[in-house]
């Protein structure tokens, strides 16, 4: 399974857009990338996921450059609810499990 | 509405003896995952089944053993074999190939 890399902090400011870096240099054809964000004590919550192209939902928005060996992860208009770890993962086809391998993440502290 | 539920979201043993932590679906998902989530770390993959009668060993399965008898259900039984069992642990679900769902996990102190 492919590794992620992230810095293991960020901060931001309130209603600025934060960009949350990652880089997966060892992803496979076949292997998308995920994020998901933890507030402390809480699960995991599902932010947003894609293959090779860009993608945008309500919470945020995708940036996979075009060798996929990084990716963006862009919150347009932080909060103060936004602070929390954000994980970056490369998830392994389903035929091997489809399990997610989550590293340290970024923690992200928006501030007033 | 539809959810995983984990019960309890407390739980206090003493050492040597087993425990079995509750994971409960609605989401018709076939797959389910259990982590360990231990402070300041990531999450470790203990157990995942993406089948009724059907488990895998993740990377931390040592020490703990799971049950899928039934599609909404895949309890966690933390053993005394388990050295650290002292944790935050967390269930998830997914359907097949998509995102994971997880549950708001329960915190396991053992003295």
């Known amino acids: 399974d492919a590794k992620t890399t992230q810095p293991p902090s960020m901060d931001c400011a309130e209603g600025r857009a934060a960009n949350l870096p990652c880089n997966h240099s060892?992803?496979?054809?076949?292997?998308?990338v995920y994020w998901y964000r933890q507030i402390h004590s809480q699960g995991p919550q599902y932010i947003i996921h894609g293959l090779k192209n860009n993608e945008t939902n309500e919470m945020a928005s995708l940036i996979i450059t075009e060798d996929r060996k990084s990716s963006t992860l862009i919150l347009p208009h932080a909060t103060l609810r936004d602070t929390a770890v954000y994980y970056c993962i490369v998830r392994a086809s389903y035929n091997q499990g489809g399990k997610l391998i989550f590293g340290q993440g970024t923690e992200l502290s928006v501030k007033p | 509405d539809g959810g995983i539920t984990q019960s309890p979201k407390y739980l206090f043993r003493k050492e040597g003896q087993n425990v079995t932590l509750s994971c409960e679906q609605n989401?018709?998902?076939?797959?389910m995952y259990w982590y360990r989530q231990d402070p300041g770390q990531g999450l470790r993959l203990i157990y995942y089944?993406?089948?009724?009668?059907?488990?895998q060993k993740g990377d931390i399965a040592e020490g703990y053993s799971v049950s899928r008898e039934k599609k909404e259900s895949f309890p966690l039984t933390v053993t005394s074999a388990q050295k650290n069992p002292t944790a935050f642990y967390l269930c998830?679900?997914?359907?097949?190939?998509?995102?994971?769902?997880f549950g708001n996990g329960t915190r396991l102190t053992v003295t």
């Open positions: 060892t992803i496979s054809g076949n292997e998308y």
């Open positions: 998830a679900s997914s359907l097949r190939g998509g995102p994971l769902h």
């Open positions: 989401l018709n998902h076939d797959a």
């Open positions: 089944s993406q089948i009724v009668n059907d488990f």
